[in-house]
């Protein structure tokens, strides 16, 4: 079992959809990190959380610590929104990144 | 707008070539790392740094080496390219202080012949 698991591993979606993309791992952390990759593109951070939620125009991100849980949506998706999200996390004990494999989002207009 | 850039974009070497991956930062991050990603696939660490002379391996480190002579800066070398190590390959940094973000360069797409 990885020690980050994502769900869905694919997604699709009409444009204006809400979207919620999963994350739940088994170690301690002290840090998660929510990315997205755009086709042959670079990775982007979306957000880095330790606790609670944050939010960034259309994106929200919430983080159970309790549960070892986190969650990030998208509010009214577009086209635009198409891309791989990968969940991260930072691992208390080790101070390394552990990665989802990541969700595949489709948008369609 | 880009502050952690990786040359060159792609790359075709031949096998048994020794080829050097750069990886430049701006923003005087201490933590640098190398990762290795295949299509659809996760990201495998291969190195990382966590400041000047500080180098440690990941899970591929094998058949690579890095450099970190200056905080700007910190190179990847694979001294004989196989075609196994096609993949993409990329950089990223973030401050040493905690809970501080990831910065990743645009990756370099290696295939080696």
């Known amino acids: 079992k990885n020690e980050v698991e994502q769900s869905p591993q694919n997604l699709t979606a009409q444009e204006g959809e809400f979207i919620t993309i999963n994350c739940s791992y088994s170690?301690?952390?002290?840090?998660l990190h929510w990315l997205q990759q755009h086709p042959g593109g670079g990775i982007v951070s979306l957000f880095m959380l330790s606790s609670g939620k944050k939010k960034h125009g259309r994106l929200i991100a919430t983080i159970n610590i309790q549960e070892k849980h986190s969650s990030l949506h998208i509010t009214a998706s577009h086209p635009r929104d198409s891309a791989v999200y990968i969940c991260a996390v930072e691992s208390y004990n080790t101070d390394k990144l552990i990665f989802g494999t990541g969700t595949r989002l489709q948008v369609f207009p | 707008e880009a502050d952690i850039y990786q040359t060159p974009r792609y790359l075709v070497i031949g096998t048994g070539k020794k080829i050097t991956l750069e990886c430049s930062q701006t923003?005087?991050?201490?933590?640098m790392y190398w990762y290795q990603q295949d299509p659809g696939m996760e990201l495998h660490l291969i190195h990382y740094s966590y400041g000047v002379n500080s180098t440690e391996k990941g899970d591929l480190s094998s058949e690579s080496t890095v450099s970190r002579i200056r905080t700007e800066h910190f190179p990847l070398t694979l001294e004989s390219a196989r075609p196994s190590h096609t993949s993409q390959y990329l950089c990223?940094?973030?401050?040493?202080?905690?809970?501080?973000?990831?910065?990743f360069g645009n990756g370099t797409r290696l295939t080696v012949t």
């Open positions: 170690v301690g952390i002290s840090a």
């Open positions: 923003m005087g991050h201490d933590k």
């Open positions: 990223a940094s973030s401050a040493i202080t905690g809970n501080s973000p990831l910065h």
